[in-house]
């Protein structure tokens, strides 16, 4: 009999690993198994009861919803519109119920019959049931979660007790635990890349609805708070559809500061302190006293808002300092209202219970001489620490203060003074009165500190080398560093930066650009003075090539203070961006060097042994298709890990994920546990972008699931060995295997974006990139220069573009053929290969479930509509063949490999979401085509551009992770 012990007691173990998926956007959790029933017993046969049908209350809550919106429509735009609407839909119903052809050319004729202003309504009332759906489906998961975790039973584990579980049936040693806890780096970077398409109006009332139905569907109501809710209810939806859906001017990175910002009120701010509460709550059931990790900020948020200048000429030191001051105003209101509130809740009286002396040193600071509290020394010594974090918002935001007490140095400081009123409490037996607000307090203060957020600082290298370039000619130090090969640029850079002069000089005359430039460092310096390094740590080269580009950001930084030569230490990270697929193969020789410069080992020293780098996944698959970008990116991966480990440096990689599979997007804890072993480590870093970030997190308990999400999964990628089936992925036929699928999924699809004749016409004419571009959904251009070339559009729009026509072509395009080429290499033997390698391979489950979603979600028969807008009428049936013909192998590959015969197969809950929205997405793309049609054609009318935009923003609504 084994001897082994048994693992220490987090949760109800899980059965098996069967993945769930959320309806509304494929994000995965991990579930339990239910409990064993007891033996049966013998009964007298009964018949057997239907299954219980779990989407019921979904389908329940969209009628709802969608009843509630009709009848908003038909009190507000009379009977006639609500009448049309509502024949328009139950035609799109009947024809994809049907697969009704006469409904589907009666729904073309309804459609084309509207006049403008109805267009401007049916695009409106559809786009709002899109939003609606999502809430309804939204509600729906936390339902169905929340009653798993209450069902006795079915008893569930959350996925952050699932992780630490699995961490102890694998016998982590506490130490290895601990230790995780102690030095890891997750962090969730927001952006503000232009698919958000919702104003915050628009959220805010939608998250108010949202509210109402998650009430609606827990409490039991009595009759008259039910016909209040519901009255509430409706006037939510009333002021939703009142409430214009676009934005009537262009988005300014202060609009974009402020929006990202919102997330911390409606989220962050609350929700993170508490995971942290439930991580030390599991971690003292798990590990012994001994071995209980010491506080540290494992799991932050940062943010690109306000300081990433590429390609955005509205983002300047302005910016920097507006989203770092007002972060600090978004951080400190919070801490103001939690003390108010923590104030009011301890009414402890000296004449019941006794204090520390240190509690009540801190009570005697306070500026409250009222009498009455005289008694009350928690009170007052809560009164002393909001009075400093006042004054210490005054003093940021530059106001004068008056009052009598001074600002907190630092946020250790107030952390100091609020773990003495805990200390005091534990010490007096009350401890349990900090529970519910002090210590969540305290760790917020220990997350946000008073800055909010870090905020890193990117540029694109060619910048970098004009302001180097042109420094080095004003201070006579060079004339021509653009000219220098890579050798001599390395070797000048070098010698410079162990000089303690500056290049600058306030007497010479300089380019706007170099200005431009030196002023954000400079604001980034005086910011780390104010907030301290942790506000601006990193700065993130885009398009980085070599180690030049790296050492003339050091250059850059010496000019600010950021880099002291005379001590070899930056007091930023220089992180270089690798993204495109010739960049991501250079990068372990180019890392390599930089590890060996004298002066980056410095820097590297001076960091805690810790450098990180950036890996684009959105440029690399514009670059050279979605297999090829995510075969270069885990090929880049495995030979940065082996190189590091051989220098003994940690490596810390930033993921620039989007929300779309196109860009890098899917569901984040298959895509953490998918990362080649060695490459978390506890150091991880990925980009929130979109429409993403408003999905995960507008939600406070969305949100909090999802950063849940992210930390397990980071853990169980830290610390558990690698799975024996993993290691597939590391054997010589696996890779050779991948490299020959890559290098011909990378030749079709370089063939049909780069090399087609015509195909850039196509794609600027049959999509809506045209308009997307004119969208206020953001302050940065659609394209880095305005040439018209799909080399120099940026990615977000290009796959934005693709989703709103129902192509999704970034998606999936060349692997079809891909598929096809290995099959005619190596026959039925090498397609058995293949399969036995899913089977196996996390990288490989990961990238097809990817492309699964993807093709679920594209509709060809819709995109054909698209075909139409093209005016060379051969070029778009050659082009929309091909695209057709690679979309057949995509599937059938997918088919083959995975043993299913549909899609989403083994995501039902994703497979029935998307099969109840086509009803309401099909109108909006018929209108979106006609529409466009007439837009080009110079029909003058503010309604039509109108009326696209609404179609465009119900298409993204509808497919959620569309950018």
């Known amino acids: 009999m084994s001897t082994r012990k048994k693992p220490a007691t987090i949760a109800k173990k899980p059965a098996n690993t069967a993945k769930r998926a959320t309806a509304a956007t494929g994000k995965k959790t991990i579930p339990t198994a239910s409990r064993k029933t007891a033996a049966a017993k013998k009964t007298v046969p009964m018949k057997k009861s239907a299954a219980p049908d779990r989407d019921s209350p979904l389908r329940d809550d969209i009628r709802l919803l969608g009843r509630l919106l009709g009848d908003t429509i038909k009190a507000q735009e009379g009977a006639p519109v609500f009448d049309v609407i509502e024949a328009i839909r139950q035609l799109a119903v009947r024809f994809r119920r049907d697969d009704d052809a006469e409904a589907r050319k009666q729904l073309e004729q309804a459609l084309n019959r509207l006049s403008r202003d109805q267009t401007l309504l049916v695009g409106r009332a559809f786009s709002y049931f899109s939003h609606l759906a999502n809430i309804a489906e939204d509600v729906h998961v936390s339902r169905t979660l929340r009653n798993e975790q209450m069902a006795g039973a079915a008893a569930k584990a959350s996925t952050l007790e699932y992780a630490l579980l699995r961490i102890a049936d694998a016998r982590v040693p506490p130490a290895a635990i601990r230790g995780f806890f102690e030095t890891a780096n997750l962090t969730a970077v927001l952006t503000a890349h232009p698919t958000e398409v919702q104003r915050k109006s628009i959220l805010d009332t939608e998250l108010d609805i949202n509210g109402l139905m998650i009430q609606r569907s827990r409490a039991p109501l009595t009759p008259s708070e039910q016909m209040q809710l519901d009255e509430t209810l409706r006037a939510k939806v009333l002021t939703l559809w009142q409430t214009a859906m676009l934005r009537v001017t262009k988005l300014r990175v202060a609009d974009e500061i402020e929006n990202g910002q919102s997330f911390f009120r409606y989220t962050f701010l609350n929700e993170l302190p508490k995971l942290y509460e439930a991580v030390d709550d599991a971690l003292a059931r798990l590990l012994p006293p001994s071995q209980q990790p010491k506080t540290h900020p494992y799991f932050r948020i940062g943010s690109w808002i306000g300081g990433d200048r590429d390609g955005n000429p509205f983002v300047n030191a302005t910016t920097l300092e507006a989203a770092l001051t007002s972060g600090a105003g978004v951080a400190t209101t919070h801490y103001l209202e939690e003390l108010r509130k923590l104030s009011a809740e301890l009414s402890l009286s000296n004449f019941l219970i006794k204090t520390t002396p240190a509690l009540e040193a801190l009570a005697a600071t306070s500026p409250d001489a009222s009498e009455h509290r005289q008694a009350e020394p928690y009170r007052r010594a809560v009164t002393a620490t909001h009075s400093r974090v006042a004054a210490t918002a005054a003093l940021i935001s530059g106001n004068p203060h008056t009052g009598p007490s001074a600002p907190y140095a630092s946020p250790a400081d107030l952390v100091a003074d609020l773990e003495i009123i805990l200390a005091s409490l534990q010490g007096s037996g009350v401890g349990l009165l900090a529970k519910p607000r002090l210590k969540p307090l305290i760790r917020a203060v220990q997350i946000f500190g008073f800055h909010l957020h870090p905020i890193d600082l990117r540029q694109n290298s060619d910048v970098h080398e004009r302001v180097v370039t042109e420094l080095l000619e004003r201070a006579g130090a060079f004339t021509d560093y653009k000219s220098l090969d890579e050798d001599a640029k390395v070797a000048l850079l070098t010698e410079e930066l162990s000089k303690v002069r500056l290049l600058h000089s306030p007497y010479s005359e300089y380019s706007e650009e170099l200005v431009n430039e030196l002023a954000i460092a400079r604001k980034a310096a005086a910011m780390q003075r104010l907030f301290g390094r942790e506000c601006c740590p990193n700065y993130i080269i885009s ?123 899917g569901p984040s804890y298959d895509a953490i546990l998918a990362q080649p072993s060695g490459s978390v480590g506890g150091q991880i870093r990925l980009t929130e972008q979109g429409e993403i970030i408003a999905s995960k997190y507008a939600n406070p308990e969305n949100g909090r699931r999802n950063l849940e999400t992210l930390l397990s999964a980071t853990l169980e990628a830290s610390l558990l060995p690698p799975n024996d089936d993993a290691a597939v992925q590391s054997s010589p036929e696996f890779m050779s295997a991948m490299e020959e699928i890559s290098a011909s999924a990378h030749r079709a699809y370089r063939d049909l974006v780069y090399e087609t004749p015509g195909f850039t016409d ?48 970034p998606g999936w395009y060349g692997f079809g053929s891909a598929m096809q080429a290995y099959g005619e290499q190596h026959g039925k033997p090498g397609i058995a290969r293949l399969k036995k390698f899913y089977g196996q391979s996390p990288f490989l489950q990961t990238l097809l479930a990817n492309v699964d979603m993807v093709l679920a979600k594209s509709d060809l028969a819709m995109a054909s509509r698209y075909m139409g807008l093209v005016k060379d009428k051969k070029l778009a049936k050659t082009i929309f063949g091909r695209i057709k013909n690679e979309w057949e192998l995509t599937a059938q590959a997918l088919f083959t490999l995975t043993g299913n015969k549909e899609f989403l197969a083994g995501n039902p809950l994703l497979a029935r979401s998307i099969k109840n929205r086509l009803p309401y997405l099909d109108p909006l793309n018929h209108l979106q085509v006609e529409l466009i049609r007439r837009h080009r054609e110079g029909v003058n009318d503010d309604r039509i551009k109108r009326s696209i935009h609404l179609t465009i923003n119900g298409v993204a609504a509808g497919l959620r992770n569309s950018g």
């Open 762 to 809: 196509y794609f600027f004419q049959s999509t809506p990139i045209q308009e997307i571009a004119e969208l206020n959904i953001g302050s940065r251009p659609t394209s880095r220069k305005a040439t018209g070339r799909i080399e120099d559009l940026r990615a977000i729009p290009w796959v934005f573009s693709w989703a709103q026509c129902r192509i999704m072509l």
């Open 543 to 665: 398009h980085c090539e070599s180690v030049s580009d790296m050492l003339e950001v050091l250059m850059i930084l010496k000019e600010a203070g950021l880099y002291l030569p005379q001590l070899g230490v930056a007091s930023m990270y220089v992180i270089p961006l690798f993204e495109s697929i010739a960049d991501l193969q250079a990068a372990p020789r180019i890392m390599s060097r930089w590890l060996n410069l004298p002066v980056a080992k410095c820097v590297i020293n001076g960091l805690e042994q810790i450098q990180e780098i950036m890996l684009g996944y959105s440029d690399s698959n514009k670059d050279g298709g979605f297999f090829t970008s995510t075969w270069s990116l885990y090929q880049a991966e495995v030979d940065l890990v082996r190189l590091f480990a051989e220098h003994k440096v940690t490596l810390r990689l930033f993921h620039g994920r989007g929300g779309s599979v196109g860009r890098g997007g």
